[in-house]
């Protein structure tokens, strides 16, 4: 069974650092790849998009993938106190054109 | 511009009842998913529909019906509730089948006792 793997956390940063947040993924043959934020009670908010090697940047968000590691992160540089949210990273398998599978999330507490 | 709107919010079935869940997107996406968040088990595809017309089972399809009305609109029905449909539902949509950047709806709670 294709499976994405996250540290359910929490992970706790203090407001101002660096937050790294991790992915796995089974499927070698993965082309594209989520990060997802939501909020206590609320739905997903798509936050990046990668599909090739490397780092993209959006703003105070990095994604980094690796596809030969079979590994993607995010890093949030100067973490606020309203980044802390449960985090989910999806991806898009090979042969299923239309369907994430998501990981369970990392839940991030950035603190004051 | 709303961009994915559901209804109803929130829902209490009684074991054996059936329900339709609304799904409504104004973004002219292609593409339209359910899904199911349950604690530990992340979210999970109910049913997909890839284009008008179309639908196609996901990972947890037992249960559940799914109807693709239009481009718009699409829902799913749950024909005899059981405790286990106990979940919090969002309906997804996006502009293209591959690559594709999902945008989801607020979500239906529903409990079913």
């Known amino acids: 069974q294709k499976e994405v793997e996250q540290n359910s956390g929490p992970l706790s940063v203090p407001e101002g650092a660096i937050a790294s947040l991790n992915c796995t993924y089974s499927d070698r043959g993965s082309q594209s790849f989520f990060w997802y934020r939501q909020y206590s009670g609320k739905s997903p908010e798509l936050i990046m998009s990668?599909?090739?090697?490397g780092d993209k940047e959006d703003g105070r968000f990095t994604a980094q993938l690796n596809k030969a590691s079979q590994y993607v992160s995010l890093l949030i540089r100067d973490s606020q106190p309203s980044d802390s949210a449960t985090y989910l990273c999806?991806?898009?398998?090979?042969?299923?054109?239309?369907?994430?599978?998501f990981g369970t999330g990392t839940r991030l507490q950035v603190t004051l | 511009n709303a961009g994915v709107t559901q209804t109803p919010k929130f829902q209490v079935l009684k074991t054996g009842q059936s329900m339709t869940l609304q799904c409504a997107q104004d973004?002219?996406?292609?593409?339209m998913y359910w899904y199911r968040q349950d604690p530990g088990m992340g979210l999970r595809l109910i049913y997909y529909s890839a284009s008008e017309g179309t639908t196609d089972k996901g990972e947890v399809p037992n249960g559940y019906n799914v109807s693709r009305l239009n481009k718009r609109e699409f829902s799913l029905r749950l024909e005899s509730a059981a405790p286990s449909q106990t979940s919090v539902y969002f309906c997804a949509s996006s502009a293209t089948v591959y690559p594709d950047e999902q945008y989801f709806g607020p979500g239906t709670r529903l409990t079913v006792t």
């Open positions: 990668i599909y090739s090697n």
């Open positions: 999806a991806v898009i398998d090979t042969g299923t054109a239309s369907k994430l599978t």
């Open positions: 973004m002219n996406h292609n593409s």
